[in-house]
C-alpha cells in the first residue's frame, strides 16, 4: 500500500517537474495500491472552499469548480483510508493527548493537519514509502 499525503496529490494537479517524477513513479504502481487519507479530502476541500468564496469573477469561479472537480475525481480514483476510532489512538499516541478538545477551532484544524501528516507518516513507514522527489 501507498498513501499519498495532501503534498502529493497537489504535486500530481500542478504537474510540474516534481508531479511528473511522482507520475511516473505511481505508473508502476497498481491503482488498488495506491491510497490518500480522508484529512488529505478534507484539507483540499477546505482550501477550494476558500479560494471560490474569495473568487470575484465569473471566470474564478468557473475554475476554481473546474479544478475542485478535477480534484474529486482524482480522489474517486483512489482508495480512502478513514480516520476512524483506531486512526484517532495512533493520532493521541503520536500527538498526545493535549490536541483535543481543548483547543480552539483553528488551533484544531491545525493541530488535525499536524497530526494527519503524522499519522500519514506513521502509516507510510508501516506499508511501503514512496517517495515523491526520488
Not at 517537474?17 to 479530502?41: V, Y
Amino acid at each position: 500500500m501507498y498513501i499519498l499525503d495532501t503534498d502529493h496529490v497537489s504535486l500530481l494537479e500542478r504537474g510540474g517537474s516534481s508531479g511528473s517524477r511522482l507520475e511516473n513513479r505511481l505508473r508502476t504502481i497498481p491503482l488498488a495500491e495506491r491510497t490518500t487519507t480522508i484529512i488529505s479530502f478534507e484539507e483540499q476541500m477546505r482550501g477550494w472552499l476558500g479560494y471560490l468564496g474569495r473568487a470575484r469573477s465569473l471566470a474564478h469561479q468557473i475554475e476554481g469548480y473546474r479544478r475542485m472537480k478535477g480534484q474529486l475525481e482524482t480522489y474517486c480514483s483512489m482508495v480512502i483510508l478513514t480516520f476512524d476510532e483506531a486512526s484517532a489512538v495512533e493520532f493521541q499516541k503520536v500527538m498526545g493527548p493535549s490536541h483535543s478538545q481543548t483547543k480552539s477551532p483553528p488551533q484544531r484544524r491545525q493541530a488535525g493537519r499536524e497530526a494527519g501528516s503524522s499519522w500519514t507518516r506513521i502509516r507510510a513507514r508501516k506499508a511501503a514509502r514512496l517517495p515523491c522527489c526520488a
